[in-house]
């Protein structure tokens, strides 16, 4: 059997700091969460808040070489637990997400962060400096710009549609070509689908990302593209990805085969090419049982606790 999920992972990962345009920052660490800032006139927005206030803060220190300006915004791609609940660090004035991602935190937020505490120990940096749940203060459904000030011009923040979650957000820099895209792009990192909707994901909500044009793309894990063409590769690996997935998995389900044959196939098609990337086989046994539950017609997918985690993991993995 192999190890739950991420728990064997305990190793330190090399942290670093990019400057992607004048005072737009990402930090990237081999594969782990990835996070960002954005320089307006006289205050920052920082995108995502890591797991724990204490793991905030040590992204906070590293910002901190390069502005001193004060967090005005704090904005929340989505609602799992090790984007969100390190929030309390930031002392932002205004806390964003999607509104739907309003209300997955108040339906499953709890769980969420149990089962992301299993999976991932070594990203819950002094878990107990967790204050509790994060919730948003200002919320919208389509769009919604901030002015930076100056000559820097605006961030946009977008929905795309249902892709990784309900509520997933994207940032984009119209004037820098600068696009942070959450989970919903993955840079040669795997794809966690756990709470997904494969179906729009992998078509329209990754062609209204494309169609943005972005130059540089900092995904939700994994290096941070630059150029036009490795913006779409990275685009068209998460979208190959899901594609591969959806037709190994399909494939099974549609002969009434059984979840453990489909995840096999799907593990046996995705691995020549994803294995050796950042939490493959973490995600995968989480990825085809939400997929499956899609199959069976399960539109809204299913809260994972603790518990469940360990029943699919044990069964699949």
């Known amino acids: 059997m192999k190890p739950f999920a991420s728990s064997a992972d305990l190793s330190a990962k090399t942290e670093t700091l990019e400057i992607l345009a004048d005072g737009v920052y990402a930090l990237t660490a081999e594969g782990d969460p990835n996070v960002g800032a954005i320089e307006a006139e006289d205050f920052l927005i920082a995108f995502e808040a890591r797991a724990t206030p204490v793991a905030a803060r040590a992204w906070l220190d590293k910002l901190r070489e390069h502005t001193t300006k004060p967090v005005r915004y704090l904005v929340l791609s989505h609602y799992h637990a090790v984007r969100v609940l390190g929030a309390s660090a930031f002392g932002a004035d205004v806390i964003i997400t999607h509104d739907t991602t309003r209300a997955l935190i108040e339906e499953r937020g709890r769980e969420d962060w149990e089962s992301e505490f299993g999976r991932m120990p070594r990203l819950f940096t002094e878990p107990g400096s967790i204050p509790g749940l994060t919730r948003p203060d200002v919320t919208f459904s389509d ?123 799907a593990h046996d098609a995705l691995a020549p090419q994803y294995g050796r990337w950042p939490i493959f086989e973490h995600c995968l046994p989480f990825d085809v049982q939400r997929l499956w539950d899609e199959l069976d017609g399960i539109d809204w997918p299913r809260i994972w606790t603790a518990e469940r985690d360990r029943e699919v993991w044990d069964s699949l993995a």
């Open 143 to 265: 769009r919604l710009t901030i002015d930076l000030g100056g000559d820097r011009g605006e961030l946009v923040l977008q929905y795309c549609g249902r892709g990784h979650t309900a509520g997933d957000i994207v940032a984009w820099l119209p004037k820098q070509r600068v696009l942070f895209a959450g989970d919903l792009v993955e840079a040669q990192a795997a794809l966690y689908t756990g709470d997904a909707f494969h179906t729009d994901w992998s078509t329209s909500t990754l062609d209204r990302v494309k169609e943005f044009g972005a130059e540089i793309l900092v995904g939700g894990r994994g290096a941070v593209p630059r150029g036009r063409e490795a913006v779409h590769a990275a685009i068209e690996q998460t979208r190959n990805f899901l594609l591969v997935l959806r037709e190994e998995v399909g494939a099974v389900h549609a002969r009434g085969g059984t979840v453990a044959e489909a995840f096999r196939a």
